[in-house]
């Protein structure tokens, strides 16, 4: 069995998460994983589980509307 790094569960079923810097995580639950490694949007900071807005200085936001609110520049 494998321990979550978000709660600390043991769990046979438990997955890794992979991030492209490299950064990974073991998980028993996807809410689990989106609580430890989702991004946050730079305006709100809720948790960004779809695509986001990302801008041309390298924030993320969660939507079009939180970019606006910030007076942020999106990316094409």
């Known amino acids: 069995m494998a321990q979550c790094n978000q709660c ?11 991030l492209h810097d490299g950064q990974t995580g073991t998980f028993d639950s996807f809410e689990c994983a989106i609580a430890k490694m989702a991004p946050s949007c730079a305006q709100c900071g809720c948790r960004i589980i779809g695509h986001g807005r990302e801008t041309v200085d390298d924030r ?4 079009a509307s939180c970019a606006d609110m ?6 094409a």
Do not use: H, I, K, S
Request: proline share 0%.
């Open 8 to 18: 600390g569960n043991d769990y046979d079923r438990a997955f890794t998460v992979t």
């Open 70 to 75: 910030a007076g942020a520049e999106l990316e």
């Open 60 to 63: 993320t936001f969660c939507c």
